[in-house]
């Protein structure tokens, strides 16, 4: 089959791969239909990472099951499906606790937390790809209506983003009638709004420098907060009466930089302090490493930053963090999306078919004008 293979930093490749087979008696053989690419993507593509050269990349998947394996009782041959980016076994202690982010047994020993085509996330290979190979499938499949083929775009959204976009929200402590602040106006950003609204938020500051990212913020509501203008926490200050949003999200993560890009990693956490105010909540969904060799400065190397920790605490904020657990979450927006309630395919820019994926992974990382969210169609 054909995969979009990483070879090195910026360097990926439409190449041949074995078609993957059922290797376990519950395994599921998942023909991809809709697969993204993710700002998580990037940080690998950049060489951020171990990714290992040779492996296939893709963590948010939708398509039809192809195959099952003979411990398979909840799936069918062309059921549609949405996979969570997180691989879990459904029966270890974090799973059955709903923490299926931390499954136990989807990564090596003493690890936590798989993924398909994910550094240090455990062996599974991704979905940017004609099929997957799908552990658990019981657990990891999530059936999807029969409007899946119709709204594929939007569903495909369930994967990662759109609960990542949901569970910030959660981790921040949200409440109806709350105003927050999103720092990242990229795809987790703006569903991280888009969660917002849906809940009830009275206001919804998203803070970012792109244009076209910003514009489609508005489009839903949000205030746009352009950082390359002015100091964004004073603009927050501003839009709260001088009290700080009630809550606060980070949808950058540790490549945050200044408008001019220049990485700064401290700079979302810090802003967020400032910009959230006595008591508030601060939910972190944008990914730091305990190691990054590849940072400019000192500290970042070893996974630190210079934290605001004295402000933090005077402020009496609680700060909550991590992978998203998609399962927590899904069935909820899918039927969400069903109903006609959510619709978080507002932000994709881009459907092209698998073999143009080096081209678009160059522009989205990039950036580039309107280049806001990609969808690769293996089938076309
Ligand atoms: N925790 C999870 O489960 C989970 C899931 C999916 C993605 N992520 C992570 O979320 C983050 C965002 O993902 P994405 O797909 O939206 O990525 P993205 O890179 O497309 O978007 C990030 C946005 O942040 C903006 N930005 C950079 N520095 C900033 C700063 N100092 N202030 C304000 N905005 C700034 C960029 O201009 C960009 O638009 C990434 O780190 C990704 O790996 C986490
Ligand atoms: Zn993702
Ligand atoms: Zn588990």
Redesign the pocket.
């Known amino acids: 089959m054909k995969a979009v293979v990483y070879r090195g930093p910026r360097d990926v490749r439409v190449e041949n791969v074995p078609d993957p087979k059922i290797e376990r008696p519950t395994d599921a053989i998942v023909e991809i239909k809709s697969t993204n690419i ?6 690998m593509f950049e060489g951020r990472t171990d990714f290992e050269a040779g492996r296939v990349f893709g963590h948010e998947n939708l398509g039809q099951v192809k195959e099952v394996g003979p411990a398979v009782e909840r799936l069918e041959v062309g059921d549609w499906v949405c996979m969570p ?2 691989v879990s076994c459904g029966h270890c202690r974090n799973c059955e606790k709903g923490l299926t ?1 931390y499954c136990l047994n989807a990564n090596e020993p003493g690890l936590a937390g798989g993924a398909y085509g994910f550094a240090d996330m455990g062996p599974w290979q991704g979905g940017q790809a004609e099929y997957l190979r799908v552990p658990w499938a019981d657990f990891n499949c999530l059936k999807l209506p029969p409007d899946a083929e119709k709204k594929q775009n939007d569903y495909v959204m369930v994967a ?2 759109f ?2 976009g949901w ?2 929200t959660r981790l921040a402590g949200l409440c109806p009638g709350d105003a927050v602040v999103i ?9 991280a709004a888009h969660s917002a609204m849906i809940q009830g938020a009275c206001k919804v500051m998203v ?4 244009p076209d ?1 910003l514009k489609l913020a508005e489009s839903i509501g949000a205030i746009a907060i352009d ?1 390359s203008k002015g100091d ?1 926490v004073q603009q927050v200050l501003d839009e709260t009466h001088g009290k700080g949003a009630d809550v606060g999200c ?10 001019a890009g220049k990485e ?1 990693p401290n ?2 956490m810090n ?1 967020l302090v400032k910009s959230v105010k006595f008591t508030g909540g601060i939910g ?5 490493v305990p190691q990054d060799p590849g940072a400019a400065d000192k500290l970042a190397k070893k996974g630190e930053i210079v934290f605001d920790w004295g402000m933090c605490w005077f402020k009496g904020q609680h700060i909550a ?4 657990n ?1 399962k927590a979450y899904n069935r909820q927006l899918r039927d969400l999306i069903h109903a006609g309630r959510a619709k978080p395919s507002f932000l994709v820019s881009h459907e092209i078919e698998l073999g143009k994926a080096p081209d678009a992974y160059q522009h ?1 990382d990039a ?1 580039d004008h309107g280049w ?2 990609v969808i690769l169609k293996p089938g076309k």
Request: aromatic share 8%; charged share 20%; hydrophobic share 30%.
């Open positions: 993710c700002g998580s993507d990037l940080h980016f997180n982010a990662d983003i609960p990542t569970h910030v720092y990242g106006c990229g795809p987790v950003g703006l569903m803070v970012d420098r792109h990212r950082d964004p980070e949808c950058v993560g540790y490549q945050c930089h200044d408008p700064v700079a979302t802003d972190v969904v944008g990914v730091f963090t991590g992978q998203c998609v989205f950036r806001t969210k």
